[in-house]
């Protein structure tokens, strides 16, 4: 696996400050990811160093600082740069805002749009905020207790979501157009993944859910052309 991880697929940890390693410099810990998987001769690593932080919008004057002395988004700009270290063309982002002002989760979601850009990357987002997904996301596939609930573009997920869990979680989400209007929220507590129910994962809390609904798990059905949904209720036209 060593082979694929950090030079073709990498990681934007949640919470960089616990993701980094708080007794060494930033800048050493980038040069392990280029030593170790041999990205640039060792004579060069100091120059890499400095491009991918600046890359990033750091100053390569701070490379030799701990991540204590950045800012919760300079940690969270550097470990971009690690994760881009070695050229990945696959990056996964676990909710790479969480924790950040709002002014400095912008600066974060912009910085990774030009990126993804800039470099030709797929980014992978693991993310519970819409908002974030609405602006960035092409595809979306939507999970729940640990298995797809829906599968589509970006616009088909809002604006012709077939899952019961998908509208209700679109209509938990605030309305610009209409600020009066009452958030709807989801009955009952996500399932226990050890203790799963016998059917559909969702359907204690489904307010349409029917009696089949407990005992089998359904499989997913293609609505649309690219859009899938794993609901018994859900049939081919409804996208």
Same mark, same amino acid.
């Given at each position: 696996?060593?082979?694929?991880?950090?030079?073709?697929?990498?990681?934007?940890?949640?919470?960089?400050?616990?993701?980094?390693?708080?007794?060494? @410099?930033?800048?050493?810990?980038?040069?392990?990811?280029?030593?170790?998987?041999?990205?640039?001769?060792?004579?060069?690593?100091?120059?890499?160093?400095?491009?991918?932080?600046?890359?990033?919008?750091?100053?390569?004057?701070?490379?030799?600082?701990?991540?204590?002395?950045?800012?919760?988004?300079?940690?969270?700009?550097?470990?971009?740069?690690?994760?881009?270290?070695?050229?990945?063309?696959?990056?996964?982002?676990?909710?790479?805002?969480?924790?950040?002002?709002?002014?400095?989760?912008?600066?974060?979601?912009?910085?990774?749009?030009?990126?993804?850009?800039?470099?030709?990357?797929?980014?992978?987002?693991?993310?519970?905020?819409?908002?974030?997904?609405?602006?960035?996301?092409?595809?979306?596939?939507?999970?729940?207790?640990?298995?797809?609930?829906?599968?589509?573009?970006?616009?088909?997920?809002?604006?012709?979501?077939?899952?019961?869990?998908?509208?209700?979680?679109?209509?938990?989400?605030?309305?610009?157009?209409?600020?009066?209007?009452?958030?709807?929220?989801?009955?009952?507590?996500?399932?226990?993944?050890?203790?799963?129910?016998?059917?559909?994962?969702?359907?204690?809390?489904?307010?349409?859910?029917? @009696?089949?609904?407990?005992?089998?798990?359904?499989?997913?059905?293609?609505?649309?052309?690219?859009?899938?949904?794993?609901?018994?209720?859900?049939?081919?036209?409804?996208?």
């Amino acid at each position: 696996m060593r082979a694929y991880r950090w030079c073709k697929i990498s990681m934007v940890f949640q919470g960089a400050m616990n993701a980094l390693n708080p007794v060494r @410099s930033v800048g050493s810990q980038i040069r392990e990811a280029l030593l170790w998987h041999k990205t640039v001769p060792r004579k060069q690593t100091q120059t890499e160093i400095a491009r991918l932080l600046d890359l990033v919008g750091v100053l390569p004057s701070r490379a030799n600082q701990y991540p204590h002395q950045y800012s919760g988004g300079m940690r969270q700009r550097a470990m971009i740069a690690l994760a881009l270290a070695c050229r990945p063309r696959v990056v996964i982002t676990d909710e790479p805002t969480t924790a950040l002002d709002v002014m400095v989760q912008a600066q974060i979601l912009d910085l990774l749009q030009e990126l993804q850009v800039e470099l030709n990357l797929s980014v992978i987002m693991v993310t519970h905020d819409l908002g974030v997904v609405a602006e960035l996301c092409d595809d979306v596939l939507v999970m729940y207790g640990g298995r797809m609930a829906e599968h589509a573009d970006a616009d088909t997920i809002f604006n012709h979501a077939a899952h019961p869990y998908t509208r209700r979680l679109l209509h938990a989400f605030p309305d610009v157009d209409a600020p009066r209007a009452k958030l709807a929220s989801i009955p009952g507590f996500p399932p226990s993944l050890d203790n799963l129910p016998p059917g559909c994962r969702f359907e204690p809390r489904c307010e349409l859910a029917k @009696s089949a609904c407990s005992r089998e798990i359904p499989v997913d059905v293609q609505v649309a052309p690219g859009h899938r949904a794993s609901c018994l209720l859900a049939r081919p036209g409804e996208g």
